[in-house]
């Protein structure tokens, strides 16, 4: 009979378990042969063996290699900055992270890389994996990209990539600048670059929503850009939840809309999105891709004037025409 806390950790970990595992959760050598002679559990690697009731997977053979590696390792590296989406990577072959103190000598599933004092608080789980956290995966990869193409070009390319980890709420932005602030003086690699960034990216800092949004904030003039809050939440009760922009100086709601806002759904999902802001007391002003991209005076000239002069009323502005309207 398999011990239930092995049967625990087989449900969490993919249908695997390290032997370092069934020592643990068995200490007696009976209990633990009655596991490894057991007709239902299967020896994959020297380290770890598999319930046959599973499938093999993707997953499954990721979760093999952070076990193999040794007692807390994390998935790290290229893996995980694919399982987060960062820039064109594979998960495979797997990458893992390990304590220097943890002993992983011999042959590994992954490449197992020593790291000085890991933090078990870099840790989380993508889809149960054990993997380093989104920040300490930027961090990484502001060194990789150092060491391969120097620093103004790693600079470059990581400015999209931490724009969109913030994006999408994978970074927290305090987290993130406690951990240059941890890294600081330990030689890390790639702090140089992350530093670069974050100077520009307070603790509080909101990206824009899309690329579309940052060609819109390019046209504009500074005193406009530095009138303008980025994705804000106006409606306390849901309904709108977050604009594209908030001007400072008056309430002004500026709202980029791109191609996927032109079917027939979306156009009344925005004019009730509209006349709720218009209710608040807001006007609203609607650009559209095809302005940002072919119509930039008039973007720059019809803002410029906006946010000098304000409503009397609020009032719904479309400068220009739909693109569904002749």
Same mark, same amino acid.
């Given at each position: 009979?398999?011990?239930? #806390?092995?049967?625990?950790?087989?449900?969490?970990?993919?249908?695997?378990?390290?032997?370092?595992?069934?020592?643990?959760?068995? %200490?007696?050598?009976?209990?633990? /042969?009655?596991?490894?002679?057991?007709?239902?559990?299967?020896?994959?690697?020297?380290?770890?063996?598999?319930?046959?009731?599973?499938?093999?997977?993707?997953?499954?053979?990721?979760?093999?290699?952070?076990?193999?590696?040794?007692?807390?390792?994390?998935?790290?590296?290229?893996?995980?900055?694919?399982?987060?989406?960062?820039?064109?990577?594979?998960?495979?072959?797997?990458?893992?992270?390990?304590?220097?103190?943890?002993?992983?000598?011999? %042959?590994?599933?992954?490449?197992?890389?020593?790291?000085?004092?890991?933090?078990?608080?870099?840790?989380?789980?993508?889809?149960?994996?054990?993997?380093?956290?989104?920040?300490?995966?930027?961090?990484?990869?502001?060194?990789?990209?150092?060491?391969? @193409? +120097?620093?103004?070009?790693?600079?470059?390319?990581?400015?999209?990539?931490?724009?969109?980890?913030?994006?999408?709420?994978?970074?927290? +932005?305090?987290?993130?600048?406690?951990?240059? #602030?941890?890294?600081? !003086?330990?030689?890390?690699?790639?702090?140089?670059?992350? /530093?670069?960034?974050?100077?520009?990216?307070?603790?509080?800092?909101?990206?824009?929503?899309? !690329?579309?949004?940052?060609?819109?904030? #390019?046209?504009?003039?500074?005193?406009?850009?530095?009138?303008?809050?980025?994705? @804000?939440?106006?409606?306390?009760?849901?309904?709108?939840?977050?604009?594209?922009?908030?001007?400072?100086?008056? %309430?002004?709601?500026?709202?980029?809309? +791109?191609?996927?806002?032109?079917?027939?759904?979306?156009?009344?999902?925005?004019?009730?999105?509209?006349? /709720?802001?218009?209710?608040? +007391?807001?006007?609203?002003? @609607?650009?559209?891709?095809?302005?940002?991209?072919?119509?930039?005076?008039?973007?720059?000239?019809?803002?410029?004037?906006?946010?000098?002069?304000?409503?009397?009323? %609020?009032?719904?502005?479309?400068?220009? /025409?739909?693109?569904?309207?002749?």
């Amino acid at each position: 009979m398999i011990p239930e #806390e092995i049967l625990l950790l087989l449900q969490r970990q993919h249908g695997l378990v390290a032997d370092r595992q069934i020592a643990a959760a068995a %200490p007696s050598k009976a209990a633990r /042969r009655r596991v490894y002679e057991h007709p239902e559990i299967e020896r994959i690697g020297p380290r770890v063996r598999r319930h046959l009731a599973t499938t093999a997977t993707v997953d499954q053979g990721l979760m093999h290699a952070a076990l193999d590696a040794g007692d807390g390792a994390l998935l790290w590296g290229k893996t995980a900055a694919a399982l987060w989406g960062f820039g064109p990577f594979r998960v495979t072959p797997a990458h893992a992270a390990v304590a220097r103190s943890v002993n992983c000598r011999g %042959p590994r599933v992954a490449r197992v890389h020593a790291i000085r004092d890991l933090d078990p608080a870099a840790g989380t789980t993508v889809s149960d994996l054990p993997v380093c956290r989104p920040e300490e995966t930027v961090l990484w990869l502001c060194g990789m990209w150092t060491h391969r @193409v +120097g620093h103004e070009l790693a600079l470059a390319r990581m400015e999209a990539t931490i724009d969109q980890a913030w994006r999408d709420d994978l970074i927290d +932005g305090h987290a993130i600048h406690a951990l240059a #602030e941890r890294s600081g !003086g330990r030689g890390r690699s790639g702090i140089v670059v992350l /530093r670069a960034l974050l100077d520009r990216r307070p603790p509080d800092y909101q990206p824009s929503g899309s !690329g579309l949004e940052d060609r819109f904030e #390019e046209i504009v003039s500074w005193e406009v850009r530095s009138a303008l809050e980025r994705q @804000v939440r106006v409606d306390d009760e849901r309904t709108i939840r977050i604009v594209d922009y908030r001007l400072r100086t008056w %309430p002004l709601i500026v709202e980029v809309n +791109g191609f996927g806002h032109t079917s027939l759904t979306e156009r009344e999902n925005d004019a009730e999105r509209y006349r /709720r802001l218009l209710d608040q +007391g807001y006007s609203v002003v @609607v650009w559209w891709a095809h302005d940002i991209f072919h119509d930039r005076d008039t973007v720059r000239t019809v803002m410029s004037h906006l946010q000098k002069h304000p409503d009397d009323k %609020p009032t719904l502005h479309r400068p220009t /025409r739909a693109p569904w309207q002749p």
